[in-house]
């Protein structure tokens, strides 16, 4: 899927890695629910305008989001 800026409407570089820094562990997005081993988590993706330098997060599994 193509990412669009929405700053200044350039194609972004899509797949970046998300750490933190002095860290290795990165960051994850997590969503309880109810019921024994129904949560729901992915890793963020980030992509980056390479002509204004903004960033975004997204990840690629939202549809495990819908309940």
Sequence with gaps: MKRI???CQTEMIADCEVTVQ???YGIKISQKR???FNNVSA???SAV??????VI???D???AFKK
């Design 5 to 7: 800026c929405s700053q």
């Design 22 to 24: 002095r860290a290795m």
């Design 34 to 36: 109810k019921g024994f």
């Design 43 to 45: 890793v963020p993706k």
């Design 49 to 54: 305008c390479p002509n204004c330098g903004n």
């Design 57 to 59: 997060l997204y990840i």
């Design 61 to 63: 599994e939202f549809k």
